[in-house]
């Protein structure tokens, strides 16, 4: 049974099922929280709130420090390992992705402003 994160139950039921789906157990995790850096004052520098989780087959490390909630930045954490387990089962690496994204990115400006300069 999977932990209960301070999200919505939706999203603690799709994390359940995502992680059926790629084979991952909780005891196949290991987690440890550090303190946070960043925006969020007081709050951040008293509370441990930056969760670290390393799946230990794939040798996969996270770290999450989005949000000033621990519960909430381990939902993210799973979140983003589980996506990068289930590329790593694809046969795609973080690298790919990335590169992918940057190329969408590039091709968004340029159609943008290719209508910015035409002259008339």
Known sequence: M??????????NRWLREKMTELGVTEADLE????????AGGQHVNK????V????????????CMKDR???VNRFLARRELLERIERL???????????????????RRKRR??????KE
């Open 31 to 38: 987690e440890s929280f550090v303190r946070s850096s960043g």
């Open 52 to 63: 670290q989780i390393r799946h230990r087959p794939t040798g996969i490390e996270v770290k």
């Open 2 to 11: 999977t932990a209960t994160f301070a999200v919505s139950d939706e999203k």
């Open 89 to 107: 089962q694809k046969g795609e690496t973080f690298r790919d992705a990335r590169v992918e994204k940057l190329k969408k990115q590039k091709a």
């Open 113 to 118: 402003a290719g209508g910015k300069y035409e």
């Open 47 to 50: 509370t441990s709130s930056c």
């Open 69 to 71: 909630s621990q519960s």
